[in-house]
């Protein structure tokens, strides 16, 4: 069974940064894609950026330029550093991965993590 969990979530003021990790456990062939995605309060959870097996990386339009997406293969962990953070950045966080066990190629999700933003 493959485990998502998320960490580094928080209260920080308008302007500051935070570092998401996820980091996935279980028995693991590989990763082949892993992506954060996040969900305010009545809105549909939204991409935020991914990154597949040889570093491509997607993000969307309202955090280019703000954060940034890697990877620890080693770690079987994913990052997601948040910088200048705003009121609407304001989410749960969610860790998702596309995972290829003995079983075959499964999507997972972590529980997620708060990210709150304070003007």
């Known amino acids: 069974q493959v485990q998502l969990v998320e960490s580094g979530g928080g209260l920080v003021q308008a302007g500051g940064s935070l570092r998401l990790s996820c980091a996935a456990s279980?028995?693991?062939?590989?990763?082949?894609?892993s992506g954060w995605y996040r969900q305010a309060p009545g809105k549909p959870r939204e991409l935020v950026a991914s990154?597949?097996?040889?570093?491509?990386?997607n993000y969307a339009d309202s955090v280019k330029g703000r954060f940034t997406i890697s990877r620890d293969k080693d770690k079987n962990t994913v990052y997601l550093q948040m910088n200048s953070l705003r009121p609407e950045d304001t989410a749960a966080y969610y860790c998702?991965?596309?995972?290829?066990?003995?079983?075959?190629?499964?999507?997972?999700w972590g529980e997620g993590t708060r990210v709150t933003v304070s003007s």
């Open positions: 990154i597949t097996s040889v570093g491509s990386t």
């Open positions: 279980g028995i693991i062939f590989s990763i082949r894609t």
């Open positions: 998702n991965a596309l995972v290829l066990t003995r079983d075959g190629a499964r999507t997972y």
